[in-house]
């Protein structure tokens, strides 16, 4: 049985050419850099841009948080653009209506969100880096994020069977949480980066393949493949509001 996040259409982000893209890539920032290490702010900007359509179009309780975010962004020393906000009310379809494409305001919540899941010279190579950024993230603007971390050892002697990641994957799914999965070693896995974020939004609950987005795309992936052959694991970790 596939079991997947409610509203995946939320993650297809248009640009003003109306070219479709399947959540966030780290091509599009400017700098060399950004673009070399961009993959862990993008997986985390996946999860909040998806957490705010989600809420900010179904709950007053969260839109009302969200707006009162415009001002604590803006004022932020943090903040790279005063549109920051615009990304976090995205959820809201007349925000979509505006000229800027959907794309434009994706952009400045990942600039942004580099400013709190900032990569070391070796990278985003730890949930530790991810989880304390976008936790830094949501107090910044009155938003609790509760991350829930699976580690994946290097060792395979001590890493969770294929039963207890799959089921951490479908906690997270079920909560209606894309899953963040740094993959520090593919394996035997052709179609996966090295040293590498990806988002999970769904998952194959026999077989344990999972569809991922990376770089604006969507595929799947044999997480069971994954987890045998990778010689330095990773880490799976999603949030709930």
């Not at 070399?36 to 989600?54: E, T």
């Not at 969200?66 to 995205?90: F, H, R, Y």
Request: aromatic residues 10%; hydrophobic residues 35%; negative net charge.
């Amino acid at each position: 049985m596939r079991i997947g996040i409610t509203e995946p259409e939320y993650l297809i982000i248009t640009d003003s050419n109306e070219k479709k893209y399947f959540g966030g890539c780290q091509e599009w920032y400017e700098d060399r850099w950004r673009k070399m290490s961009g993959c862990g702010p993008v997986a985390a900007s996946n999860q909040i841009w998806y957490m705010m359509r989600l809420y900010g179009g179904k709950e007053k309780n969260y839109t009302a948080r969200l707006q009162a975010c415009v001002e604590n962004s803006v004022s932020s020393p943090q903040s790279e653009k005063d549109g920051t906000i615009e990304c976090l009310q995205a959820g809201n379809e007349r925000q979509m209506e505006r000229s800027e494409s959907g794309k434009d305001i994706y952009v400045t919540l990942m600039q942004e969100m580099f400013s709190y899941v900032t990569p070391s010279i070796r990278g985003v190579n730890t949930s530790e880096i991810f989880t304390t950024g976008i936790m830094r993230f949501g107090m910044d603007r009155g938003l609790r994020i509760m991350p829930q971390v699976l580690e994946i050892p290097s060792k395979s002697i001590c890493r969770p069977s294929i039963e207890a990641a799959g089921e951490f994957i479908l906690r997270g799914i079920r909560a209606d949480a894309p899953v963040a999965f740094l993959n520090l070693s593919k394996g035997t896995l052709r179609n996966l980066d090295n040293w590498h974020w990806v988002t999970i939004i769904a998952i194959e609950t026999e077989t344990k393949y999972v569809e991922v987005c990376d770089c604006g795309e969507k595929f799947e992936v044999d997480f069971s493949e994954w987890l045998k052959t990778s010689k330095l694991g990773g880490s799976l970790v999603f949030i709930t509001l």
